[in-house]
């Protein structure tokens, strides 16, 4: 299949975290597929942004390929790549509130995490076609600080390196008065978190055509 996009994810094992993920969000990423909704009220709506996705933290961000270089090239430097990182262990996740949407996040030390994320961002990034124009102006719209604005030059993505957070989103922007709401929702129907929360594999993942992302392969980490 052809992708207009790859990225770096970390994506949940089979297991309790990735079923609701899917549920949830009405897109499972491993498998490719639409999955049936949870039955809760404006769920389509909230999640309409991060439903594309699946559920996932982001590593490296959606890139297109510069000019010259392949799938192929891009999935064996991955492999290679995860060959000489290290599993990261935090203590776990929770459910938190990042600005006016709501995310899994790590607790714990994150230091490990971010450098992790920092290696494939840095390391990957001979595979990155370089941003376009309307691409830039379209992240600068959020208003960015200096520094963001200079991540967003040199590695094409604003949030990366020190202004990094992992998180895994569930809910896409919506009014700070519903948060609470959508808090107490989600408290409900989250399985069980993991304690401790360990990172032992990477995600290769492509955008199709429909603007979904889906699973191309994952690697072990064996640094």
Known sequence: MSYARFAIYYLPPAGPLAD????????????????????????????????????HGTLKPPFRLAAGQTCEGLQAATAALAGQLEPVTCEGLELSVLDRFLALTPTGDPAALQQLAAACVRQLDRFRARARPAELAKRRKVGLSARQDALLMRWGYPYVMEDFRFHLTLIGQVPKAGLAVWQTCLASHLPPLPRPFVLDQIALCGERADGRFELIDRYGLRG
């Open 20 to 55: 609701f993920g899917a549920a949830w969000l009405g897109w499972d990423i491993a498998r490719g597929c639409v999955t049936r909704q949870l039955d809760v009220p404006d769920l389509a709506d909230v999640t309409a942004a991060p439903g594309k996705y699946g559920l």
